[in-house]
């Protein structure tokens, strides 16, 4: 009945598929998780140099002597985690409030334009992002001359046409009837907005706001670029620093690893559903 | 890009006009200012010669000098071969996985989901530092430890330009799958159980299910992530720079690396504005020539 016999088999013969394919899929899920494993065991290790350390794959020392020595490495080795989250925190907040009216309007209105400003803006999707960079930095740079601001590292992200295509394809599965009898019923179209299309389109906002802010705490590129000092630097760039500065300690490098990585971590198991459905929901029906 | 065909008349309603255009005010002008305006401005500096106070246009020299440099071809070559030796790996990773979560209970497969799509939410940055320590040249290094085992000699993985390619590649290969399986295993879930019926009914195999149902239905998603995966590989850059750096000897420089020394290293916008431009128009057209030969009986 399935691409799977289920019917022809003994019972015993599906319970011993199934063990064999739980175990293929375990040892290859061991490779892929291998380097983050990796990461947080070798962090608990001793603050010397590699040389003085040998690899190991089990767990054997505990201390946190490594994560005060990359706290230690800078002064402001706490202002880059806060960065990050001021920068992250921001670009969620305006893409999900932005990209969900702009999606709203391109799903739900009918106006004059609005299929090819939609076009327009799918076209920017496949533009390589090499191709924006240096004229990017130049606006940010040498016209704004806001480099190494909040702004700089803000503002290209307020909101980004992948969120607003992710709020479109949503909405359109949200019947058009509602809007009318609210429409008859004298709502303005703000209120309309407000109390009825947001309201049911909590899940999609969530999806949104959580790859928003995952892309965002992860970003490299462009804080590397348009940051010069290290009060302004976000924990990847800091990362990135702490890793020329000291190549030869592992067990620190690996705390700053997993001190970066960990907060994704957490996000994603306490909201593991909407990371889950954040993929389906861009790629069906592309 | 269903959206010239809006039949349905009631799919839309009329907007209160000045609304329509403030609900999509933000996007827009965000839009404007840092993508339309960027990629304007990018065909303009490529036909410069870039200087802060006062350009001069030299134009088509950048493009000339681009096609003469022989690292310019050297990088094309090098991208093409990372998205040679990834691509089709991680794609088939992917389908042999989702095919195997497919039978599982449902708690299982969210599990497994779950598993496989957490080194997506590491940061790169974090990664690459584990992984340069992965293949540490030492023999201590595990990598070299793990090939140990296999009685073979220690590499120096990363510092040799014969082998910096190829662990760029393996760290790829076991990298995340995570979004790809998720899109494979949601598009099995969407094949109709009649076209199994028929297939038993006509006492069809495992394998021959898997021929003639799974992969021809599979056919849209597989292009769509094919396209994607090429896409992104073509861009490549941030393992190539913190890995690397390009090295040695240039053998993991990458377009994407490239464009980035060009441009921030060397400070010659113009020659990094005019490669960006090819880069673009070499993934228009592969991704064309994918739609085309490959996409023939897809509907989109």
């Known amino acids: ?286 | 890009m269903a959206q010239s065909a809006q039949p349905a008349k009631k799919s839309k309603i009329k907007g209160d006009g000045v609304w329509d255009y403030a609900f999509i005010a933000v996007a827009l002008i965000v839009y404007a200012m840092f993508t339309a305006y960027p990629v304007l401005s990018a065909f303009i500096i490529s036909f410069q010669e870039y200087k802060p106070l006062g350009s001069t246009y030299i134009g088509f020299d950048n493009y000339a000098a681009t096609f003469k440099d022989d690292l310019f071809w050297r990088s094309i070559k090098n991208t093409i071969v990372y998205t040679v030796l990834t691509v089709p790996v991680a794609l088939l990773l992917s389908f042999l996985v989702a095919i195997m979560i497919l039978p599982l209970r449902k708690k299982l497969q969210t599990v497994f989901k779950a598993v496989y799509y957490l080194p997506v939410v590491a940061s790169g940055v974090a990664l690459s530092l584990v992984w340069l320590w992965i293949f540490d040249p030492m023999p201590g290094g595990i990598f070299n430890q793990f090939i140990g085992w296999f009685g073979a000699h220690n590499q120096n993985w990363l510092g040799s330009s014969a082998t910096a390619m190829f662990s760029l590649v393996i760290m790829a290969w076991l990298s995340s799958h995570g979004a790809s399986i998720i899109i494979y295993l949601a598009a099995l879930l969407g094949i109709d159980d009649s076209y199994y019926e028929a297939a038993d009914l006509d006492g069809a195999s495992f394998l021959q299910k898997l021929w003639h149902i799974v992969i021809p239905s599979l056919k849209p998603t597989t292009l769509f992530l094919l396209v994607t995966a090429i896409i992104g590989s073509f861009q490549v850059f941030q393992n190539a720079y913190l890995m690397t750096g390009g090295g040695p000897d240039h053998a993991t420089t990458m377009v994407g690396l490239l464009i980035f020394d060009n441009a921030f290293k060397y400070f010659e916008f113009g020659k990094a504005a005019a490669q960006s431009l090819i880069l673009a128009l070499i993934i228009a057209l592969v991704s064309l020539f994918q739609f085309k030969f490959l996409g023939k009986d897809v509907d989109y």
């Open chain 1, 1 to 286: 009945m399935s691409l799977y016999n289920n019917n022809t088999g003994s019972r015993a013969g599906k319970t011993a598929r199934n063990t064999v394919i739980v175990v293929l899929l375990l040892l290859f899920a061991l490779a892929t998780l291998f380097p983050i494993y990796f990461m947080v065991i070798s962090s608990f290790g001793d603050p010397v140099e590699a040389g003085a350390v040998s690899y190991s794959l089990w767990p054997g020392k505990f201390t946190l002597e490594s994560y005060s020595f990359f706290f230690n490495y800078s002064k402001y080795s706490y202002r880059w985690i806060l960065n990050s989250t001021i920068v992250a925190g921001a670009v969620t907040i305006t893409n999900v409030f932005f990209a969900t009216m702009a999606g709203y309007a391109f799903s739900k209105l009918r106006f004059k334009g609005r299929g090819v400003l939609f076009s327009i803006l799918l076209a920017a999707m496949m533009i390589p992002y090499q191709v924006t960079q240096v004229p990017l930095y130049i606006l940010i740079v040498n016209t704004f001359h806001i480099e190494n601001t909040f702004s700089a590292l803000i503002l290209p992200g307020l909101v980004t046409v992948y969120n607003v295509f992710l709020a479109k394809q949503f909405m359109s599965s949200i019947p058009t009837e509602i809007m009318e009898s609210a429409k008859v019923e004298g709502c303005s179209q703000l209120q309309i907005f407000f109390r009825i299309i947001m309201p049911l389109s909590k899940t999609v906002m969530a999806v949104i706001a959580i790859l928003t802010f995952m892309d965002s705490w992860n970003t490299f590129f462009w804080p590397f670029l348009v940051t010069n000092t290290m009060d302004m630097q976000t924990i990847q760039v800091g990362l990135k620093n702490f890793r020329f500065a000291n190549t030869t300690y592992f067990s620190p490098m690996m705390a700053g690893a997993t001190i970066s990585a960990v907060p994704m971590f957490i996000l994603f198991f306490s909201l593991q559903k909407y990371f889950l459905e954040g993929v389906t929901v861009g790629a069906v029906k592309g």
